[in-house]
């Protein structure tokens, strides 16, 4: 157990619809991160906040969004859904920011399987 | 851009055979670099990491060294068991904070 936790574990959802996913980061991490891993494009790196601010922006579509909330828990928003966004949405934390050469474990969460029917 | 290009999978070994999975890096400037490992049904978690050239990162008997001549960091074991079996993910982490992973190989060790 790594003490990253997400809801829901699985979620089943129309084309066009909009989830949220949850995500609470170990206790004492101030960094979350935000992943999707399909079959056909592997494990893609999102975004990441750091103690409620934007850090880092990977992949992600503009339908997307997150935040990070004072109590430290993040959010995924997923809207217009399309059937291509069936993934696992990973989220991870970590203590600090880990920027540039620093190497700063990040913990991963047992994420949310988002089904796009 | 930085980008990481792992070994294809599934990689089929027997138990106690030595495994190699390859790894080559492209990054502006000199990343960290990581192994994850996924089992069945689980989220990743850290198996091993190299801050810096000729930085060797070891744990439960897997290895992998940071060769900055080859763009490099392979993964090794010597003995693979039937609890290696799992995937694994190859990973950089360069500038402006963002990580990039290979595809996943996956590893199935028969008894």
């Known amino acids: 157990d790594s003490g990253v936790t997400q809801t829901p574990k699985h979620l089943i959802t129309a084309t066009g619809q909009r989830v949220t996913l949850r995500c609470s980061p170990r206790s004492g991490d101030l960094s979350v991160y935000w992943y999707q891993q399909s079959l056909d494009q592997g494990l893609q790196f999102l975004i990441q906040y750091y103690n409620g601010e934007e850090r880092a922006k990977g992949n992600i579509l503009e339908r997307f969004s997150a935040q990070q909330f004072p109590d430290l828990h993040s959010e995924l928003n997923l809207s217009s859904l399309e059937l291509g966004d069936s993934a696992l949405y990973f989220c991870?934390?970590?203590?600090?920011?880990?920027?540039?050469?620093?190497?700063?474990?990040?913990?991963f969460g047992p994420g949310t399987r988002l089904t796009v029917l | 851009g930085d980008s990481v290009t792992q070994m294809e999978g599934p990689v089929t070994l027997s138990e106690e055979a030595c495994l190699t999975i390859?790894?080559?890096?492209?990054?502006?400037?000199?990343?960290?670099l990581f192994w994850y490992v996924q089992y069945p049904g689980e989220g990743l978690q850290l198996l091993l990491k190299?801050?810096?050239?000729?930085d060797k990162g070891s744990n439960k008997g897997f290895e992998a060294t940071y060769r900055k001549e080859t763009t490099s960091f392979h993964l090794e074991k010597g003995s693979v068991q039937v609890s290696d079996s799992a995937v694994y993910f190859c990973a950089s982490l360069g500038n402006f904070n963002k990580f990039y992973f290979g595809s996943g190989t996956k590893l199935n060790v028969k008894p």
């Open positions: 991870a934390s970590s203590l600090t920011e880990t920027s540039g050469p620093s190497t700063d474990t990040q913990y």
């Open positions: 190299a801050t810096k050239a000729d």
């Open positions: 390859n790894c080559t890096y492209t990054a502006t400037g000199y990343p960290s």
